[in-house]
Nanobody, 115 residues
Framework: QVQLVESGGGLVQPGGSLKLSCAVS????????MGWYRQAPGKQRELLAS???????TYADSVKGRFTVSRDNNKRMVYLQMNSLEPEDTAVYYC?????????WGQGTQVTVSS
């Protein structure tokens, strides 16, 4: 069973930055396209960013130009650098493989953007 552990969230002022990390407990991490997702209160979980095994990245329009996804296959880690944060970015952030068959979700990490 794959475990996902997200970290790095917190309270930040509008315009600020955070870097999220996700540790993935599978030895075959490197073969999976990974994604960062978020879920705001009362809303469905949405895919924000994806990174392929070769490092190709895609982003949702809402975060394009502000967020950057990266990965370290040796460390089995995925990262999300978030800049120019807005109150609308407030949500619980999760990582998972970008696949119709997702792994069990981790606990996520809360990001709150507020002055």
């Amino acid at each position: 069973q794959v475990q996902l552990v997200e970290s790095g969230g917190g309270l930040v002022q509008p315009g600020g930055s955070l870097k999220l990390s996700c540790a993935v407990s599978t030895s075959i991490f490197s073969i999976h396209t990974m994604g960062w997702y978020r879920q705001a209160p009362g809303k469905q979980r949405e895919l924000l960013a994806s990174i392929s095994t070769s490092g190709t990245t895609t982003y949702a329009d809402s975060v394009k130009g502000r967020f950057t996804v990266s990965r370290d296959n040796n460390k089995r880690m995925v990262y999300l650098q978030m800049n120019s944060l807005e109150p609308e970015d407030t949500a619980v952030y999760y990582c998972n493989r970008n696949s119709p068959a997702s792994w069990d979700w981790g606990q996520g990490t809360q990001v709150t953007v507020s002055s």
